[in-house]
């Protein structure tokens, strides 16, 4: 992880720069959360006084959400340390994506 400037030989692609919202973890607006190319709408279904916000951490190996969006991502079947599903392979876990800035 590299703050300030990238790599251009390690890296292929557009690259896209965002805001940064909350200075002291390097939080972003998050626009959703897809599972399978599906929307969990984890935002659109928030409390109004939590901003949707994603932070990077290169220091962790798990993905922490705040009690709403695991309560979201429940209700939509997707696994979580309280919420376990048996899957026999990783593709049958499926595949997540992340947006951020509409991407």
């Known amino acids: 992880m590299t703050f ?20 002291y973890m390097y939080g ?19 409390p109004e006084s939590k901003p949707c916000l994603i932070t990077f951490d290169s220091g962790t190996s798990l993905m922490s959400v705040p009690k709403f969006a695991t309560k979201n991502f429940v209700e939509h079947g997707i696994p979580t340390s309280n919420f376990v599903k048996k899957c026999k392979t990783a593709k049958e876990f499926g595949d997540m994506s992340l947006v951020i800035g509409g991407k």
């Not at 998050?30 to 279904?45: E, M, P, R």
Request: aromatic fraction near 16%; charge should be positive; charged fraction near 40%.
């Open 28 to 46: 972003v607006k998050l626009d959703d959360i897809l599972f399978n190319g599906k929307s969990t709408d984890v935002c659109k279904n928030r």
């Open 4 to 23: 300030g400037y990238y790599d251009k030989e390690k890296f292929k692609g557009e690259m896209n720069w965002n805001d940064v919202k909350y200075k």
